[in-house]
């Protein structure tokens, strides 16, 4: 088996950007593969904390680090026309000297939407617009005069220069849900892999159908990136793990056991490495070959330390 990517994630929710690059700079250091952001305009769990814009943070971060690949995970395709988001991740992509990979989805944050004056059309709808801005980014980043008329969305003659600095333009991932419809065929035939936050059951299904996609799509299955987003409460000690529910808890105005209750229907890992361990091995053992892993506290560095020492070099 080929050996695994482990990424970090953080959300910009409550978070300076001084905070931000403290994590980025000390996973860059650490030799993290990869680092994302989200793309929220504010916090999914408290909207009335701060939340910086995602692209614009994005290029900041990634001039401010030198080997991580950057992405967000992932980009609401409704929030930006496809031809304008191909110019912001050529942009990134520039900036970074060719370390962007781009998260994309069709989003589900109806809420958001409908609160930034968005329209939040039917799921099959939004996948329809998903698979139209996929070739319009394609088109954009690799031809001279790009143009495409679809339902959603159209380009005539537009010129997109310079192209990105990776050639043929920035890997793309597709966030998936699900094993069923039609996101796992995109994944196949439109993208060069999928990021999920689905079980290990549910996981398990998607990889299969992104499998079979492969075999009709003439791909390679290994040539993918088959990527899980989780979140890790991960200390040394047992004791170092309930004084962390503790302060977590008290930061989000619950009690130790309602906030440890809460992150475990989330599907979070909680425990020490050897824990960590286990439960990250089943994934791999089905096929995922990059992790995504956000930690109990966007700001700390010392989780992504115990990561890196104590789990990463078990799974590799």
Same mark, same amino acid.
């Given at each position: 088996?080929?050996?695994?990517?482990?990424?970090? /994630?953080?959300?910009?929710?409550?978070?300076?950007?001084?905070? #931000?690059?403290?994590?980025?700079?000390?996973?860059?250091?650490?030799?993290?593969?990869?680092? !994302?952001?989200?793309?929220?305009?504010?916090?999914?769990?408290?909207?009335?904390?701060?939340? #910086?814009?995602?692209?614009?943070?994005?290029?900041?971060?990634?001039? @401010?680090? &030198?080997?991580?690949?950057?992405?967000?995970?992932?980009?609401?395709?409704?929030?930006?026309?496809?031809?304008?988001?191909?110019?912001?991740?050529?942009?990134? $992509?520039?900036?970074?000297?060719?370390?962007?990979?781009?998260?994309?989805?069709?989003? !589900?944050?109806?809420?958001?939407?409908?609160?930034?004056?968005?329209?939040?059309?039917?799921?099959?709808?939004?996948?329809?617009?998903?698979?139209?801005?996929?070739?319009?980014?394609? /088109?954009?980043?690799?031809?001279?005069?790009?143009?495409?008329?679809?339902?959603?969305?159209?380009?005539?003659?537009?010129?997109?220069?310079? /192209?990105?600095?990776? &050639?043929?333009?920035?890997?793309?991932?597709?966030?998936?849900?699900?094993?069923?419809?039609?996101?796992?065929?995109?994944? @196949?035939?439109?993208?060069?892999?999928?990021?999920?936050? @689905?079980? #290990? /059951?549910?996981?398990?299904?998607?990889?299969?159908?992104?499998?079979?996609?492969?075999?009709?799509?003439?791909?390679?299955?290994?040539?993918?990136?088959?990527?899980? *987003?989780?979140?890790?409460?991960?200390?040394?000690?047992?004791?170092?793990?309930?004084?962390?529910?503790?302060?977590?808890?008290?930061?989000?105005?619950?009690?130790?056991?309602?906030?440890?209750?809460?992150?475990?229907?989330?599907?979070?890992?909680?425990?020490?490495? $050897?824990?960590?361990?286990?439960?990250?091995?089943?994934?791999?053992?089905?096929?995922?070959?990059?992790?995504?892993?956000?930690?109990?506290?966007?700001?700390?560095?010392?989780?992504?330390?115990?990561?890196?020492?104590?789990?990463?070099? *078990?799974?590799?």
């Amino acid at each position: 088996m080929s050996a695994i990517k482990f990424g970090v /994630k953080t959300g910009q929710g409550g978070y300076s950007y001084k905070e #931000l690059k403290k994590v980025w700079t000390t996973a860059d250091e650490l030799g993290y593969d990869s680092a !994302w952001l989200y793309d929220h305009f504010y916090a999914v769990d408290d909207k009335q904390r701060p939340c #910086l814009e995602a692209w614009t943070t994005l290029a900041a971060l990634a001039a @401010a680090t &030198k080997k991580l690949n950057v992405g967000t995970m992932v980009t609401a395709v409704s929030y930006r026309h496809p031809s304008l988001l191909a110019k912001m991740a050529t942009t990134v $992509d520039i900036i970074s000297n060719g370390r962007l990979i781009l998260g994309i989805g069709a989003g !589900w944050y109806e809420e958001e939407y409908r609160a930034y004056g968005y329209d939040f059309p039917d799921p099959r709808t939004r996948i329809r617009q998903l698979r139209e801005a996929l070739i319009i980014i394609r /088109k954009l980043w690799t031809e001279e005069r790009a143009t495409f008329s679809g339902r959603f969305y159209s380009i005539h003659e537009a010129i997109s220069s310079p /192209k990105p600095r990776q &050639k043929g333009g920035p890997p793309i991932l597709i966030g998936i849900t699900t094993g069923k419809r039609t996101l796992p065929q995109f994944a @196949a035939r439109f993208a060069d892999g999928f990021n999920t936050t @689905a079980s #290990l /059951k549910e996981c398990e299904a998607i990889v299969a159908s992104v499998r079979e996609n492969c075999v009709r799509y003439r791909r390679k299955i290994g040539d993918l990136t088959m990527s899980w *987003q989780g979140f890790l409460l991960i200390g040394k000690s047992d004791s170092q793990i309930d004084k962390m529910i503790e302060r977590e808890a008290r930061r989000r105005n619950q009690s130790p056991s309602s906030f440890r209750q809460m992150v475990i229907e989330r599907g979070w890992i909680i425990g020490g490495p $050897d824990a960590c361990v286990r439960e990250l091995r089943k994934f791999r053992e089905i096929g995922i070959n990059h992790f995504i892993l956000g930690f109990s506290n966007d700001t700390e560095v010392e989780p992504l330390e115990i990561c890196k020492d104590k789990v990463i070099p *078990q799974l590799r």
